[in-house]
């Protein structure tokens, strides 16, 4: 009879083997520092007025070249997100014209039922500035992470670690440099060279990027704090901080919602098992 011991060891020999392959599938193996997020755990929950801020980032910054083809406006009411009231929601939409067919002029003021317009470029624009369409947002704090190693990735299952992709946009944002560090080469050895307009990022792949740097101190002008509240800082890592959480809220907008479902789950389980516990005493309690 196999024991309990040879497959837990052979299971978490099968995990480590398949680790590197899902690690590393994209992502460079420069060391990125996981944040405290609000939403980090299975109790973790958005922070409303963060989200708030991060959309401002995007709206202002990123949307002038990424789209969000998921997102509706009025998404940004429903509960769990930014939670902007309906009348902001609608003001926000008329202020895009939208493409409508049947509208006079080809074009109509937006609806929170819209989708959000994406970039004003054209894609012809967008190619020649940066040699490739950017990509869309929706879903890249889904689709991007980092690389934990072996074995410390086997407590991600206990801690339900699901943050890698805004831990990977944070450490990107701040990645760049303003020239190539001393030391860095290719992988066969040569000094490392910058292709001409491409720019220097310590996380990025390959470490060339189209994207120029997007953040700066100050340049994005948060509402001044209610009273009695400190005010938020306007620096380029309170920025990337907060567009990172609102792109991991635009990728899962129903994260909260199921994390409380899985709870309810498990403690309907534990109930149940209980239960039948209980019922199994009660039927063979004559049984020897």
């Given at each position: ?126 190619k ?52 190539v ?12 060279t ?20 997007p ?6 002008a ?45 403690l ?15 039927i063979?309690?004559?049984?020897h």
């Amino acid at each position: 009879m196999i024991k309990l011991s040879t497959i837990l060891a052979a299971a978490l020999l099968s995990l480590g083997l398949a680790a590197p392959a899902l690690s590393q599938e994209g992502h460079t193996a420069v060391a990125i520092e996981r944040q405290p997020w609000t939403f980090a755990g299975p109790f973790g929950t958005f922070d409303r007025a963060q989200l708030q801020r991060g959309f401002q980032v995007f709206r202002e910054v990123c949307a002038a070249c990424h789209g969000a083809r998921l997102l509706a406006f009025r998404n940004l009411e429903e509960e769990g997100g930014p939670e902007f009231s309906e009348g902001q929601v609608k003001a926000l939409a008329a202020e895009y014209d939208v493409l409508d067919a049947d509208a006079e002029g080809g074009t109509r003021k937006g609806l929170a039922s819209d989708r959000w317009p994406g970039p004003p470029l054209s894609v012809a624009d967008l190619k020649a500035s940066f040699g490739l369409v950017p990509p869309d947002l929706s879903v890249i704090a889904k689709g991007r992470g980092i690389t934990t190693p072996f074995p410390w990735w086997i407590l991600n299952y206990f801690t339900a670690y699901n943050e890698g992709g805004p831990d990977y946009i944070h450490a990107l944002l701040n990645g760049y440099h303003e020239e190539v560090p001393e030391g860095v080469v290719n992988s066969d050895g040569t000094p490392f060279t910058l292709p001409e307009g491409k720019y220097y990022n310590a996380v990025f792949p390959g470490h060339a990027i189209g994207m120029p740097p997007p953040l700066t101190d100050g340049a994005v002008a948060y509402a001044p704090p209610a009273e009695g509240q400190v005010a938020v800082p306007q620096t380029a890592e309170q920025y990337s901080q907060d567009v990172s959480a609102f792109l991991m809220w635009l990728s899962e907008p129903h994260q909260v919602a199921r994390k409380e479902a899985g709870i309810r789950v498990i403690l309907f389980i534990i109930l149940l098992a209980g239960l039948m516990y209980l019922v199994k005493n009660r039927i063979w309690r004559k049984v020897h």
